[in-house]
């Protein structure tokens, strides 16, 4: 506490963690083990750290920001920049991506062949990860530190950073898989992390993301490395949480692009077939979506394509069945057509029930 009126107490105290004798006491380096070195059972290293922050944070008080980042790099952490204006942690990153040149091994990533660098992917994953986004309490603050990350850059290599940072990873080596979204349907594990990060930015509100912003943002991913398969899209959208769900069907709608619509109404009840997701949910969001074409004839137009792309799709999956040999990716393929035709059954009950309960 004397740090935080004593001008002579806490430049004693950041001498001392400026020597080499005091960065050995403080600053510990064995961040795989958890527990400190006198094995005490109720004092973590995230607390330790934690505690070591606030100190740092009570001896630099009195000194400019520029000042204080030279003494706290090194321990960067929610507990030390609580409380800062946004400039100040602006000026917090700046001063982070400079140290670590960070800014130049980016551009190297996002400009190179996804997965030509995929040291240099992990190495930027984790620093983003463990460094400037997973530790802070509040959502809004991991809001601002990703809009710092991925804002200077173009929307298409946004895409990229944020599949970087979000995407899955190999569970043998950590590595961010590429194929994952192209080659097959993936699981909601996969997806979640993206999701999470697009529903970040949507729901914080910051003044930073639009909501034409999350489209375009969205709709770059989707072609992250190539073109997706539409399945994982529309399980990105279910996980991302209605409204971003209904804000890019609604999108869709608005700009006269009836036919992905009515696609995407599809493999959204596919999903929710395969995942055991409520059935309900596709319909009400389809019949929210109705809502946006402005003459009871567009939205008859919209559902009979909804109900034609159902076989359209179907005949597609069987077509593909039919023309393959006996393979695990004819099974798997034979297993979604399966899951199509109850998802399709399914999808038209709620829709019975959903007229059958409206006034007539």
Known sequence: MLSLVSKPVSRLVINYIATSAGSKRLLLQDFHNL??????????????????????????????????????????SETLTAGWDEH?????????????????????????????????????????RNVLLDHWIHQSDSAFWLTRILKPWPMVNQARLLYIIFGPTSPQDGLVVWQKMTEGPTDEHSL????????????????????????????????????????NNAHLLILSGNNICFTFMASKAVNGRTLELARLVVFLALVCEKEFYCMDWVVRMMHRV???????????????????????VTVEMLQSVMSGGRGEDDNRGFLSLFHLVQAQASFHKEVLRLALDSPP
């Open 88 to 128: 100040e942690c602006q000026r917090v990153y700046n001063f982070l991506c400079e140290l670590t040149d960070l800014s130049r091994k980016m551009q190297a990533a996002v400009c190179s062949k996804p997965g030509s660098a995929r040291k240099l992917e992990l190495r930027i994953r984790l620093f983003c």
């Open 290 to 312: 109705c809502h946006t074409f402005s003459t009871p004839g567009e939205r008859m137009n919209f559902l009979e394509k909804v109900a034609n792309m159902f076989a359209f």
């Open 192 to 231: 979640k992390g993206l999701a999470d990060a697009i529903k970040l930015l949507y729901d914080t509100g910051t003044r930073e993301w639009t909501a034409d912003d999350i489209i375009s943002l969205i709709d770059e991913l989707s072609v992250v490395p190539r073109e997706w398969l539409l399945e």
């Open 35 to 76: 527990e400190l070195p006198d094995k005490r059972q109720d004092f973590t290293l995230l607390e330790y750290y934690r505690s070591l922050g606030v100190l740092f944070k009570r001896c630099t008080l009195l000194l400019p920001t520029k000042e204080r980042l030279k003494c706290i790099h090194r321990i960067l």
